[in-house]
């Protein structure tokens, strides 16, 4: 009788994951400068405040994040929304969502640049 066994699924799985880590960094810099490009520009701070934390891996989860910081962080929300919670803020320059809208307008982007990661790895 013959017996046929694999052993090895951690390293295919490690080599997945390392291919989306890859994918997901290069997507969230692509995110930065669309958010950038997208974001109102009254003295630039908002826009160079835009930035790409570190890619992060949980389980077979690999995520990265983009947000505002620096000096930009006490008004980026309000701009990102577009008033304040009581509705008394009028926007001076440039759409709201300028991170979100990017995201969304960018999925088919991110979700070819992902299943090509994906297929490179094996």
Known sequence: ?????????????????????????QCGEHLVGASQDDAPVVSGTLRAGIHAGDVERAGYTVTIT??????????????HEGHRADGSYQRKAGPAK??????????????????RASASAY
């Open 1 to 25: 009788m013959a017996e046929v066994s694999f052993i090895g699924v951690d390293a295919i799985v490690e080599r997945g994951l390392h291919a989306a880590e890859v994918a997901v960094e």
């Open 66 to 79: 983009v947000s505002t910081g620096g000096e930009s962080s006490a008004y980026s929300i309000i701009v």
């Open 98 to 115: 300028y991170i979100e809208r990017p995201v969304i307008e960018n999925r088919p982007f991110y979700i070819e640049a992902l299943r």
